[in-house]
């Protein structure tokens, strides 16, 4: 069996070193990490977790609460979560969020991970609670429609974000501008409809309760089926151009307008949230706000290995957004 000592010689290192990149400890520089972590895959070191477990009263496993595990938005952000986790010695264990067995998360986590990162969910306040009692932190990508003081989030700001879009949006001649939002109220699609709002009232245009089309919990089959029966009278919308709270929603509305002879962006403008891979290759490609998925996984897991090794406050953060524009965009009618 390899033991530390073997790891130190061969990493040139001294043994508490190896103890420290073992135990993440953050005085090591991060060359001198790369070192022992390459000298532990080649020698196949296993370090006894149960016992270090013990000792540290770390488990090195983090929970993640997904809302769906095939919505591939929420794969791109995990993608960034486990690539960094990873260097640091992290498990993640994915689980999918239903708000009926919330309850079960305290059982299904307490004593099995250090920390839990959300989705976006908003937990119930006695949830949120628990985990505090029991040391166990919260931190959420995306900001939870019911917000919780205790629970620090990672996010775009979503206002710049859609005041940047309807320039764009101005700038083709469209001031009739729709949205297609989530319909349960829990989800945090609902915070992007409230910033589209605000981002609205910027620009002095107004919203109007018939310019809003429920996309459902976002999914890109229920998009489809909202927008198709608005377009089953006529293909007379009241908004000239719509902006979809996600990709898969925008790419749904998008196939309703070819299923019921709407052109893009001829007749109808349509604009987006969050840049999925999919996005660039609809027909026409989708104008979109870029979230930065990979980049929000990483500075999540740096913000909450911080905490854990150092027992710094977790504190929010907020990333760069960027409007890419294409094609799903243009001159508004008339």
């Known amino acids: 069996m390899v033991t530390r000592d073997e790891v130190a010689k061969h990493a040139g290192v001294s043994v508490a070193v190896v103890s420290y990149v ?15 972590l390459q000298a532990i895959r080649e020698l196949g070191y296993s370090p006894n977790l149960t016992a270090r477990s013990l000792k540290t009263r770390r ?10 595990i095939g919505n591939p938005f929420e794969t791109g952000i995990a993608l960034g979560l486990e690539h960094r986790a990873g260097k640091d010695g992290q498990s ?30 908003s937990l ?31 996010d775009i700001n979503w206002c710049e974000a859609y005041r940047a879009m309807i320039e764009h949006l ?30 609205l009232l910027a620009h002095g245009l107004e919203f109007r309760d018939e310019w809003l089309v429920h996309g459902s919990f976002g999914s890109l089959e229920m998009a489809y089926k909202q927008m198709s029966e608005r377009l089953s009278g006529g293909t007379d919308l009241p908004f000239t151009a719509i902006v979809c709270a996600n990709d ?39 104008t979109t706000v870029h979230y930065p998925r990979p980049e929000i996984g990483v500075a999540t897991i740096e913000e ?31």
């Not at 689980?95 to 099995?112: A, C």
């Not at 083709?172 to 605000?198: D, K, P, T, W």
């Not at 957004?321 to 508004?332: D, K, L, M, P, V």
Request: glycine content about 6%; charged content about 20%.
């Open 124 to 154: 119930k306040t006695d949830t949120v609670d628990h985990f505090a009692k029991i040391g166990v932190p919260l931190f959420s990508v995306m900001t939870p429609d019911q917000a919780n003081d205790i629970v620090p989030c990672a």
């Open 22 to 36: 073992i135990n993440n400890k953050p005085v090591v520089k991060e060359a001198t990490r790369q070192k022992v």
């Open 304 to 334: 909450v290995m911080n905490h854990l090794n150092t027992g710094a406050p977790l504190s929010s953060r907020t990333l760069k957004h960027e409007i890419y524009e294409r094609s799903s965009t243009g001159q508004a009618p008339g």
């Open 59 to 68: 488990t090195n496993q983090i929970g993640v609460l997904f809302n769906h």
């Open 170 to 199: 101005i700038r083709f001649g469209h001031s009739r501008i729709g949205y297609m939002g989530a319909l349960n109220r829990e989800s945090y699609l609902n915070v992007r409809f409230r910033h589209f709002r605000r981002a």
């Open 92 to 121: 993640l264990i994915f689980q999918t969020y239903d708000p009926l067995e919330e309850d079960h998360l305290k059982t299904l986590f307490s004593g099995r991970v250090d920390a839990i990162i959300l989705l976006g969910q």
């Open 248 to 286: 898969l929603m925008a790419i749904g509305v998008l196939s309703a307008c070819r299923d019921n002879g709407v052109s893009v962006p001829g007749q109808l403008s349509i604009a987006s949230s969050e840049n999925i891979l999919m996005s660039s290759h609809t027909s026409p490609p989708l």
